[in-house]
Structure formats: C-alpha cells, structure tokens
C-alpha cells in the first residue's frame, strides 16, 4: 500500500483592477500632499517553487534637496523703476533670509545675484555670507534710456557662467529669473556686442530667442531654471510672447510663475523657496508584512534600518525633487492558494517644508497565490523475510528518495512501531536516495508504517508514507492419544493438545 503526501509551493499572479493575469497590480495613493506622494507595487520575481514576490515602495518628492547654488537674476530695466524694483527687492532678500547658510561647504547654501537691463553684470558671485547678498540686492537700480532696455539672455549668461566657474559640484545649481518685460536685446559674448531687436514685439525676435536658448543651455548643463514674469499684461501686444518666452526658459511650466502685481513677488518667491527646499525631512517608512508571509532574509535595498519579524523600518533624513524606491521580497510560508493583501500596513511619517509632522499610508497590492508545483519525497518499506515464526529476526529497510526538483534537508524518518529510525537528521539531493534498516523480532502478525519527511530550501515540508506486513505463522497442533479404554466395541482416548503455548 502506498500513499504519497507533499505539498505544492506557490506561484504569483498579480491582478489589475478589470482582469487577473497581469504582471502586476499597482494601486496608486490618493494624492494629499503636494510635496509627498506615495505608490505601491508588487510582482513576480521568478517562475519557481518557493516562489518570492518583490515588493516595491516609491516615495516620490515635489523639491530639491541640498545644498543649493542659487543665482538670483532681477530685472532692472526701465520698467523697474520705483514700486516694482522695490518689491522685487524685499522679495528676493525675504529669500536670502530663509536659505541654509550653516557654514559648512558641504552643506551650506550659497547665493549669488546678476541683474540686467541693455546689458548684465554680476553684482554678488556666490557666497554663503547672506548679509553680502542682501547688500548686492539693495544696490540694485533701475536704468533709463539707453541703459533701460530688457537683455535677459545676458542676465541668464552672466548668471550660469558663475555657477559654472565658482559653483561646488555636489551642489545643485539654480537660476530664478525675475522679468517685467520683453527681450529685446541680446549680446555675443564671444565679441561683447549688444544688439537691438523690436522694442514691443508680437512675436519672437532673435533677443527672445536668444533667451530661450541661453536658459535651455543652463538646462542642459543641470541647472534647474525658475522664471517669473511681472504684471506682463501691462505689455499689450507684447505680453504673448514675454509670457511665452519665460515659459520656454523654466525647467517646466510648473517652473514659471506669473505675478499680476509686484505686491505678489514675495509670495512667489516664497512658493519658489518650497520646491528648492527639500520636500520631506526626518523620514521614517515602516512596512509591517502579513503573517503568510516572510520576509527574505538580506533583501531589503537599500538595506533597511531595522527588521523586527515581520516589520520592516527604513529611516532617512531629506526627500527632495527625486523618487525613492525602497523594495525587499517575501514568501508564503505555506503552500498558500486565493486572493492575500502582502501587507497589513506600510505608513511614512516626516516633517513637512512648513515644518509640520506629516503621515501617509501606502496602498497594498493584492495578489493572488496558487499551486503550481510538488517538491516530493519517497520512501519504500521492505520486510525481510516477510513470514517468521515467532521471535525470529526481521530486517527493516527505509529506502528514501528525494523526487526533486530541489534538494531536501532535515529528513528524518520514523515507524509507527519502532519509533525513530534514522540517526539524525540528514540531506538529500535530488535523485539521491539514502537506505536505512532496522532488525525487530515481532511476536505476531504486524503491518507497521514508516514515514519519511524533510525541508525544501523555502523550508516547506514534504512527506511519504509506506508500510510493509510481516506475518508470524503458528505451529500446527499436536495430538497425543494416552490410556486407550474399550468398552464393548467402543474404544475411548484421554486426547491431549499441544500447540506451542500449553
């Protein structure tokens, strides 16, 4: 007789929300913070028994961490004479106030002024002294007449040169670009001559042009690009292709800020100081698994601060303009098969720009486990000799056999008559078989069942059972006739039995 017992392991399938049979579900968080978002995914690693599910975080940061090379570019055109000048004055200083100037260069922010008009100048190369800057910022003055015109190409070029020549490279380099006007100069630095275009234009001239290259050239050396335009309305005509021209300067149009009146600069300046200032600090993301699964021993990445059980915590400091990924892998622990969330909760908690204390819950991917695969082991119980009389000696032998497709440890093999017969526990490779024997001397007919059991490397357990029947004969009886007795024809016997026992 011969039963075979083992158990499957489990192969993933992850489901969108219209059909099963997708590579992965990925439900994504409701977007409540500007500068935070959240999103969860989980899918198959590989197509195995054992099967290991990798799990993803991503926290993703609306600003830009630390520490940052800021070069403030102001108009001072004619147009800025007075009101707007002033206000974009208290603005930009309002910024230099609330920059990291902690002395160190490795992590202290540095800022740096140009200003422009028909041409530029660099008014503060960068610094981390704030005072020199706010100095360089109050001296700023409007021009008039041929001094007045609007050459933001030059501002922009003054501006990146500085941060190309003077700026650190692990710093991130930035250029905020304040403008009332349209462009219309542009100059060639490879000769420092100015030129003039339309001074209203309604659509681009070689001077805004020339300002969109020169931003995009910033770009493009990894400077991220904020612009500002002022009151653009009051340029008639004009204020197209102003407002179009700074649009195509900024990093993004997210980058680009319209203040109808110069009451508006500091506002602005502050929303600015919000996306260059890191979006999250003093972070702590804890995942806590569900209790079907494991964790994978040395799979958290980045390798995580602490795992208790099945809580997993990442700790760090600043989340920036950037996207982490946090991901580690986890096993059903049983061959498991139906719909299971992978998690009881994941939360991240940190300080807001503002510097409030902020929460967010994760999503948790749902997936689907089913059995794919038998990981087995055999074993075959002989007897011999098979028919004994009574007393007489029995050979026991336990032949186990590890089916495959994966190697066994811990097998260890037992009879329900004889208790424990291996010695210890051992390994099986696939293929290997391994015989054990027992000797027992039974007194009577017996059917004993043995049962072999061990590991697969993901420490499920497969078994096998088989048995074997030994049958003890009994002696015939044996008559004995004594003191016969006749009575007339009729003969009477004390008959006596013997069958081995009396």
């Not at 830009?64 to 570019?73: A, E, F, H």
């Not at 804890?286 to 990442?314: C, K, L, Q, R, Y």
């Not at 003890?472 to 008959?495: A, Y």
């Amino acid at each position: 007789m011969k039963k075979y017992l083992s158990i499957c392991c489990v192969v993933l399938l992850i489901i969108s929300a219209l059909s099963i049979g997708a590579e992965r579900l990925s439900i994504h968080a409701d977007v409540t913070d500007t500068y935070v978002t959240l999103d969860k995914t989980a899918t198959d690693y590989e197509i195995t028994c054992g099967q290991e599910i990798l799990v993803n975080l991503t926290v993703n940061g609306t600003g830009v961490g630390g520490p940052l090379d800021i070069m403030l570019v102001i108009d001072r055109s004619g147009s800025m004479l007075g009101q707007p000048l002033d206000a974009a004055k208290v603005a930009a200083k309002s910024f230099v106030d609330n920059r990291s100037f902690t002395g160190d260069p490795a992590t202290s922010d540095w800022v740096g002024v140009s200003s422009y008009a028909t041409t530029a100048s660099l008014d503060q190369g960068l610094t981390d002294n704030s005072a020199l800057a706010k100095s360089a910022i109050n001296g700023l003055s409007a021009g008039v007449s041929s001094r007045g015109f609007t050459n933001i190409m030059a501002g922009v070029h003054v501006a990146q040169e500085e941060l190309a020549t003077n700026g650190r490279n692990h710093a991130m380099d930035i250029i905020i670009v304040l403008s009332d006007g349209v462009a219309n100069r542009w100059t060639d630095f490879t000769t420092g001559t100015t030129y003039k275009t339309a001074t209203w234009p309604a659509t681009h001239t070689t001077s805004t042009l020339k300002a969109i290259d020169e931003a995009t050239a910033a770009k493009n050396a990894g400077t991220i690009v904020f612009t500002i335009g002022l009151n653009l309305v009051a340029l008639g005509p004009s204020q197209g292709v102003a407002r179009d021209t700074l649009e195509q300067m900024a990093t993004s149009l997210d980058y680009f800020f319209d203040a109808a009146t110069p009451g508006y600069l500091e506002e602005i300046y502050g929303r600015i100081a919000t996306y260059i200032t890191p979006a999250a600090t003093n972070l702590t993301l804890t995942d806590v698994v569900e209790d079907e699964f494991v964790i994978v021993g040395g799979s958290t990445d980045p390798p995580a601060t602490s795992v208790m059980g099945n809580t997993i915590t990442w700790e760090f400091d600043t989340l920036g303009n950037e996207t982490k990924t946090f991901q580690y892998k986890i096993r059903p622990i049983r061959g498991l098969e139906g719909w299971y969330l992978t998690n009881v909760e994941a939360n991240l908690t940190y300080t807001d720009p503002e510097g409030n204390p902020a929460s967010q819950t994760f999503p948790n991917p749902l997936i689907y486990l089913y059995r794919v695969c038998t990981p087995a082991i055999q074993i075959i119980k002989t007897a011999n000799p098979t028919v004994i009389n009574k007393g007489e000696k029995v050979v026991y032998t336990y032949d186990v056999t590890n089916l495959g497709p994966y190697p066994l440890h811990d097998v260890n093999v037992t009879d329900d008559k004889y208790g424990t017969i291996s010695s210890a526990p051992f390994d099986l490779d696939v293929n290997e078989t391994i015989t054990l024997t027992y000797e027992a001397y039974p007194n009577a007919t017996v059917t004993n069942v043995a049962t072999a059991k061990g590991k697969d490397p993901w420490n499920y357990t497969v078994s096998d059972e088989d048995d074997a029947i030994v049958s003890v004969i009994t002696e015939c009886p044996v008559t004995f006739f004594t003191d016969p007795t006749t009575i007339g024809n009729i003969t009477f016997l004390d008959i006596t039995y013997f069958n081995g026992d009396s």
